[in-house]
């Protein structure tokens, strides 16, 4: 049996950090129910601005479901495809620094030796491949709005 519990120690600080987490979002719960306004914010509130569509605090000037430019989704796709992008960064960063300041001129990660030059070549292709990509759509007009 001590065997059995030291096999799941290291997970135990995850499930303390799950059941404060639950304790804390259900004490938070109770507590807008037994101390939260009933009058205002509850069934019994009726009215136009119980009812009124809530916008920042904002009054609606025009209905929701009007067209937007479809520029604006170009600019997204473009930002998320960046972005995710550039995540591609953190998983080769500590490599190419392990490889980097090693005696050797190669590391071994997982069985595969890797040379200095072989990541920084990798790494100089990925952003070439960014920055066409980056040109393309420059040159196809997406950053502007005429």
Do not use: C
Not at 16 to 44: M, N
Not at 106 to 116: C, E, H, L, N, R
């Amino acid at each position: 049996m001590l065997v059995a519990a030291t096999e799941f120690q290291p997970y135990a600080a995850i499930l303390f950090v799950i059941a404060v987490a639950v304790a804390f979002a259900g004490s938070v719960l109770i507590l807008t129910h037994l101390i939260g306004g009933k009058r205002l914010f509850g069934r019994d509130a009726r009215g136009p601005t119980k009812h009124g569509t809530y916008e920042s605090g904002v009054p609606l000037v025009t209905d929701a479901r009007r067209q937007f430019n479809v520029r604006f989704y170009i600019v997204a796709m473009v930002f998320l495809l960046f972005d995710v992008e550039v995540v591609f960064l953190w998983p080769w960063a500590p490599v190419f620094y392990k490889s980097a300041t090693s005696a050797t001129e190669s590391v071994a990660m997982g069985g595969v030796v890797i040379g200095k030059g072989f990541l920084l070549a990798e790494m100089a292709v990925f952003l070439v491949i960014l920055l066409v990509g980056y040109v393309y759509a420059w040159r196809k007009g997406v950053f502007q709005w005429d």
